[in-house]
C-alpha cells in the first residue's frame, strides 16, 4: 500500500504546504515535537517559530493570542504525527485534569483527519464505515451529557475545505442540536453521528472538478451533484447495517420542508427527523467555511439564512432550537 500524505490546505500559494492549527492546541503541548510556524502576512511563507524538541512555556498560546495570532502552521509532512501526539496528551490530561469538550474535539479532528481523507478517497467503503464507527463512538461519548456549548466548539473548529473539517462538524453540531431536541434515545446518538459522517458519502462519485469548481455550477454539473444523496443511500442499502433512520438521513438531509428540495421532493412530516435536523446544521457549517467559489460567512450571518429559510427551506422547530443554543456563551 502507498504512503497516505496529509490533507492540504487548499489553494495556492505558499502556504499549501502547511495546516493551520488553532493556537488554543498549544496549551496541551509541553514541547514542540515538530517544527511550528506562523504566517505574519496574509498568503506569504509561513516563518519557522519554534524547532522540534524546543519546550514550550505555559502561556505560550495565550501570549500569542494577545498578539491577535490564531493559527500556527505545521508542515503537512508533519501534520499527522502532530496531530497523533496532540490527541494523546490530550487524553492523558484529561485523565488529571478538566479539559473542555470543545478542546478534545478539536484534537480529535484533527488526529482524525489523513485517516478520513485517505478513506473518502477508496472505491470500497469499507474503510469509510470502520472511520465513522470509530469517529461516532469518540463523539458520542465526548458530547452526550456534558452540557457542550455548540458557540465553544464552532470557535475551535476547523472551518476549511477539507472532507474531515465538513463530516466532523456536522456530525458534532447533530448530535448537539439531537440531544437539545430530544431527537433520541440515549442509545441512538452514536448510529445518528455515525449517519451524519456519512452523511455525503455519495460525494465519491462525483467527479472533483465539479466539487471543488471555483465558479458557479451550470445546470448539468448542477444535476449531477444532486445525485449524491441517491448514490450514497444505495451504497449504504447494499450494505444490510444500516437502519432505516440513518439511511434516511443520508437520502433525504438535502430535501426542503417546502418540497422543492432534492432527490426527491419531499415536504414537511415526508422527511425524516433526523434528516430535517441534519439540514439545518449541515448549511450552518457550510456557509460558515470556506469554499472555492466565496468566502466564509460569520455564524451570525450563517444563523440570519437559516432563520430567513425557516419554513420553507428548515423546519422551524429545529432551527429555533438551534438559535436557541448557538446564543449560549
Not at 451524519?196 to 444535476?223: N, V
Not at 447495517?241 to 422543492?260: A, C, F, P, S, W
Amino acid at each position: 500500500m502507498s504512503a497516505v500524505a496529509s490533507p492540504q490546505m487548499k489553494g495556492a500559494g505558499p502556504a499549501a504546504a502547511y495546516m493551520p492549527v488553532q493556537v488554543e492546541m498549544l496549551r496541551h503541548l509541553r514541547q514542540a515535537h515538530v517544527d511550528l510556524y506562523i504566517q505574519y502576512e496574509g498568503n506569504g511563507e509561513p516563518v519557522l517559530y519554534y524547532r522540534a524538541g524546543c519546550p514550550l512555556e505555559a502561556d505560550q498560546s495565550d501570549r500569542l493570542l494577545a498578539s491577535g495570532v490564531r493559527q500556527i502552521y505545521v508542515r503537512s509532512d508533519d501534520f499527522q504525527r502532530f496531530a497523533s501526539n496532540l490527541l494523546e496528551t490530550v487524553d492523558a490530561n484529561s485523565e488529571t485534569e478538566a479539559v473542555p469538550a470543545a478542546e478534545r474535539f478539536a484534537a480529535l479532528q484533527l488526529a482524525m483527519a489523513v485517516e478520513i481523507e485517505h478513506a473518502a478517497r477508496l472505491i470500497d467503503c469499507g474503510p469509510y464505515m470502520a472511520v465513522a464507527d470509530r469517529l461516532g463512538r469518540e463523539l458520542t461519548s465526548m458530547l452526550v451529557n456534558n452540557n457542550v456549548v455548540p458557540r465553544d466548539l464552532f470557535r475551535l473548529a476547523r472551518h476549511d475545505f477539507n472532507t474531515f473539517t465538513h463530516i466532523t462538524n456536522v456530525a458534532s453540531y447533530g448530535v448537539l442540536l439531537a440531544e437539545r431536541l430530544g431527537l433520541c434515545k440515549e442509545t441512538e446518538f452514536e448510529p445518528l453521528a455515525k449517519a451524519a459522517i456519512l452523511h455525503d458519502i455519495g460525494k465519491r462519485f462525483i467527479p472533483a472538478s465539479i466539487l471543488q469548481k471555483p465558479g458557479k455550477l451550470d445546470p448539468e454539473e448542477r444535476a449531477i451533484i444532486e445525485t449524491h444523496p441517491q448514490r450514497g443511500y444505495e451504497e449504504l442499502c447494499s450494505r444490510g447495517d444500516m437502519t432505516n433512520e440513518q439511511l434516511m438521513l443520508v437520502y433525504q438531509h438535502h430535501e426542503r420542508i417546502d418540497g422543492k428540495g432534492y432527490p426527491v421532493g419531499f415536504q414537511g412530516e415526508e422527511i425524516h427527523p433526523w434528516a430535517r435536523m441534519l439540514a439545518v446544521v449541515d448549511v450552518f457549517d457550510a456557509l460558515t467555511g470556506v469554499r472555492p467559489y466565496r468566502r466564509s460567512a460569520t455564524a451570525a450571518d450563517a444563523m440570519d439564512y437559516i432563520c430567513k429559510n425557516a419554513g420553507t427551506h428548515f423546519d422551524p422547530e429545529m432551527v429555533e432550537c438551534w438559535q436557541s443554543i448557538m446564543a449560549k456563551s
